[in-house]
């Protein structure tokens, strides 16, 4: 059974900082690639980011360029999202999600993931 488990969010201030995890399990995780999304109230889930089955392409969303940086350490079977400089647009539930392929085409699309994480609340203040 395949489990994405989320941690590390929270609220913070404008300018301010945190590193998301996804622990994931039933999955042969160095071999997919890896997504994160986010969902703010009242609109819909959206693109972060995306990390290649080996970390050696990354893909983000223009909002974030500059500020987050997706990661994973796949010896922890674990992917991260730092995110600096965070603004109060950020405010939604992370989702991290595994996709069904190693390297990350289509990336920004839903479809292309086939498990998905509970989601973690970031919630940034001004």
């Known amino acids: 059974q395949v489990q994405l488990v989320e941690s590390g969010g929270g609220s913070v201030q404008s300018g301010g900082s945190l590193r998301l995890s996804c622990a994931a399990s039933?999955?042969?995780?160095?071999?997919?690639?890896m997504g994160w999304f986010r969902q703010a109230p009242g609109k819909e889930r959206e693109f972060v980011a995306a990390i290649s089955w080996n970390g050696a392409n990354t893909y983000y969303v223009d909002s974030v360029k500059g500020r987050f940086t997706i990661s994973r350490d796949n010896a922890k079977n674990t992917v991260y999202l730092q995110m600096n400089s965070l603004k109060p647009e950020d405010t939604a539930v992370y989702y991290c999600a595994a996709s069904s392929r190693p390297d990350a085409f289509g990336y920004a699309a839903l479809s292309t993931y086939n498990a998905w994480g509970q989601g973690t609340q970031v919630t940034v203040s001004s």
């Open positions: 039933g999955l042969t995780f160095s071999s997919i690639a």
